[in-house]
């Protein structure tokens, strides 16, 4: 037998599938991984359907279908401000974390360092390290887990290939404004930092909060990958299917990587999207549904004794129990998802190193009646306590 000599010794199973498999075991609601348990639009579906029914079923286009990054460059334009070449800076992909996966892989050698603040979206440690390059990770500021600008200049050595931000943050719900934005300019002003923005919650954002994305901003954007989901503005995650925008240099390594790997995305589902990416209520209202789901389970868990942190976008919210159990999160997590039966996530999963700091990751994008039903279970599990 050859010897295994794991490229990523110290990875295990994701905590989604961990989590996900027990909730499924427990038969437990499930508040863990984000995605929407509400029907997507059936219009939607139907254009799919139609690109099928007329032969849309052959490979797509490496860089994905024109008529969709047609579409995306027209909506940068609107929302943004940024004139998007459509043909050399957007690459459909399948979904967000692949789209950060090839960004990271195209530029980083062994040897670099990434800065990754913590909490992190656990995709992002192991992506670094499967490319040989350094994680050094910066901690959020606890109680709001704001960005210490001055700790990151801490961490910046002449080996800092890349920062990666992401804003509305998985999991902490946190979004960059105007200062984080002037801070991350001042830091990688004439240095050779790229920057991997992930901005796949970019149109769940509350509180009457804009998504600073780094594409309104040209010197930023000039040494920047921006990665989108598509799944998340269309309640269809399990589609796959989301983007990059990158200048045409950076495009260009990107497409080297890309063009070996998946080669091409979902052709059907493509064509359905460019139709619909036009639609600008499918997307303005984002924001104001998943606001009142914010709401609405934030107040009930509040109720069963819970307490919810501040969370300005994303699917999530963090909640502390420290006034209810001195347990690891890990542990109190696994007792929710068992005995209460509902899933969430436990948060010093998204830390490289144990942290524990008593907050669980909840995902508030359910049905109203999923909401009602999960916190009624929680409440009853911790007035047994
Ligand atoms: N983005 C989703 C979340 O944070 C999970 C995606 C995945 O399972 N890889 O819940």
Redesign the pocket.
């Known amino acids: 037998m050859p010897s295994l000599n794991s490229k990523l010794p110290h990875t295990g199973e ?1 905590i ?2 961990e989590i996900n498999t027990l909730a499924a075991k427990h038969d437990a609601i499930n508040l ?4 929407p348990d509400f029907p997507m639009n059936g219009e939607l579906i139907e254009e799919v359907y139609l690109a099928m029914k007329s032969g849309r079923n052959q490979y797509a286009h490496m860089n994905g279908v024109p008529a969709l990054r047609k579409a995306i460059a027209e909506k940068v334009k609107i929302l943004y401000g940024r004139e998007i070449d459509y043909e050399e800076e957007i690459t459909v992909t399948p979904g967000g ?1 692949y789209a950060i996966y090839t960004a990271l892989t195209s530029i980083l050698r062994s040897g670099d360092e990434v800065i990754i603040l913590e909490p992190a ?3 992002y440690i192991p992506n670094v390290e499967i490319n040989g390059a350094t994680p050094v990770l910066v901690p959020l500021s606890l109680p709001n887990y704001s960005i210490n600008w001055k700790l990151i200049r801490q961490h910046v050595t002449e080996r800092t290939k890349c920062i990666i931000l992401n804003s509305p943050n ?2 902490t719900g946190t979004v960059l404004d105007k200062n984080d934005i002037r801070e991350l300019h001042d830091l990688v002003n004439e240095t050779n930092i790229f920057i991997l923005s992930d901005e ?1 919650y970019e149109h769940i954002i509350f509180d009457e909060l804009d998504n600073e994305s780094l594409l309104k901003y040209k010197y930023l954007y000039e040494r920047s990958f921006v990665c989108f989901s598509l799944g998340k503005v269309y309640n269809c ?1 399990g589609w796959k299917i989301g983007y990059c925008i990158a200048p045409r240099d950076l495009s260009y390594e990107f497409r080297k990587v890309h063009q070996f790997n998946c080669f091409s995305c979902n052709t059907p589902i493509q064509y359905a999207l460019a139709t619909f990416l036009t639609h600008e209520n499918e997307y303005k209202n984002l924001s104001k549904t998943f606001q009142l789901k914010r709401d609405l389970l934030a107040s009930l868990m509040r109720s069963a004794g819970l307490v919810p942190l501040t969370s300005h976008g994303s ?2 919210q963090l909640y502390s129990f420290r006034n209810i159990s001195g347990e690891t999160e890990m542990a109190f997590a696994k007792k929710l998802c068992t005995q209460a039966r509902v899933a969430c ?1 436990p948060v010093s999963a998204f830390y490289k190193d144990q942290t524990d700091n008593s907050v669980l990751r909840f ?1 508030f994008a359910k049905k109203d009646d999923t909401l009602w039903e999960a916190a009624e279970r929680i409440s009853q599990f911790i007035s047994r306590l």
Do not use: A, K, L, R
């Open positions: 994701t989604f599938t863990g991984q984000g995605f974390t979206f656990d995709s998985n999991p796949v995650t699917y999530f996530i995902c």
